[in-house]
């Protein structure tokens, strides 16, 4: 599993809980932005990030705090449909479309069939019209809670994942149009039959980029919670050549490759 990936389960994937959830990849226009937040999951592992924004571009930088070594680094060109994966200590790269990354697939691995067995998730979503400044850019505070539904023929449990996070309005990262509406992991199942999801929206307040956020997860009885929280943030002007993959850089097809 690729570093960047790490804190994603292996049967969870990422998809936009809304009732149309393949969002339209869109190229943006961004100011120059820097943002370092710090992600820790329960107890054992911290992860540092640094997102750059420039134009129809974005960069960002994953360190685990417990390797400080390790540095994933992703580099998306929307303007070129393209998002690559260096590894700077090999000096190789990875290259994908941004459709992977904005989750246009999602609706094919959500389908229905007579091999599967629905699984009802349900989301609601509350602005409290709290606001604060960060920077030139406006904060709103937005408490989400996502509940799935167990089913035990598709081998998924019941879970809850509760958010209460702090948001600003960042249209097209990650090169996509929702804004970060509702997005979850959900289980791709163990059982005898594959899960069809069924997403149920109730409240519609808008999310966007997370520069604050407390996630409790809830299963069988226990609970974990994972904390993002603003370290910096900076409007200074950024070098194009930080959104460039390096010229000395090989490309390669598999992450294991020399």
């Known amino acids: 599993m690729l570093p960047a990936l790490s804190r994603i389960a292996a049967l969870a994937f990422m998809v936009t809980l809304t009732t149309s959830f ?9 100011p120059d932005l820097t943002i370092r937040t710090r992600e820790s999951f329960g107890s054992n592992i911290s992860i540092r990030m640094t997102w750059y924004f420039k134009g129809p571009r974005q960069r960002t930088e994953q360190i685990v705090e417990s390797s400080p070594l390790k540095t994933t680094v992703i580099i998306t060109q929307c303007d070129q449909g393209s998002y690559f994966i260096l590894n700077d200590q090999r000096k190789t790269y990875l290259t994908n479309p941004v459709d992977q990354m904005a989750g246009k697939d999602s609706r094919k691995l959500l389908a229905r069939s007579d091999d599967t067995v629905d699984v009802v998730v349900t989301t609601d979503s509350i602005d409290t019209g709290e606001r604060r400044r960060v920077g030139s850019y406006e904060a709103r505070r937005v408490k989400t809670t996502t509940t ?10 019941a879970n809850k994942i509760e958010t209460d996070g702090w948001y600003i309005d960042l249209p097209g990262w990650n090169c996509r149009d929702d804004s970060g509406r509702g997005q979850g992991m959900i289980m791709a199942g163990t059982g005898r039959r594959m899960p069809h999801y069924v997403f149920r929206q109730l409240g519609t307040a808008r999310r966007g980029f997370p520069i604050d956020e407390t996630t409790v997860t809830t299963q069988a009885g226990s609970s974990t919670t994972n904390r993002n929280e603003l370290l910096e943030i900076s409007e200074g002007p950024l070098d194009p050549a930080l959104f460039e993959v390096p010229a ?3 490309r390669v097809t598999h992450p294991a490759e020399p």
């Open 22 to 30: 393949s969002p339209t990849v869109v190229v943006p226009n961004f």
């Open 248 to 250: 000395d850089y090989t």
């Open 148 to 157: 799935i539904e167990g089913n035990e023929e598709a081998g998924v449990l």
